[in-house]
């Protein structure tokens, strides 16, 4: 995903990941990636997964803090 079009980000840290199982797994990631030097920034995206289907769906994409 290109969070500031024309710029490079690059993923710092994956963090921590949850899942709940609904119609197929929702997982909760929480990111850091840095899409200017010296700047740090979190992210939460939900994924929805249904495996059988061969089917992925990015929910959401939220900033949660830059720093």
């Given amino acids: 995903r ?3 079009p024309g710029i490079t ?3 710092c840290d994956s963090g921590t ?3 709940q199982v609904v119609s197929g ?3 909760y990631l929480h990111l850091k990636a840095s899409p200017k ?3 740090t920034c979190s ?3 939900q994924v929805w997964v249904q495996a ?3 089917f992925k769906s990015l929910q959401n994409f939220v ?3 830059c720093s």
Wanted: charged fraction near 25%; glycine fraction near 4%; aromatic fraction near 12%.
């Fill in 63 to 65: 900033l949660e803090q």
């Fill in 17 to 19: 990941a949850e899942q």
């Fill in 2 to 4: 290109n969070l500031t």
């Fill in 43 to 45: 992210y939460e995206a």
């Fill in 52 to 54: 059988w289907r061969n």
């Fill in 25 to 27: 797994v929702m997982y």
């Fill in 9 to 11: 980000t690059q993923l």
């Fill in 37 to 39: 030097r010296g700047k």
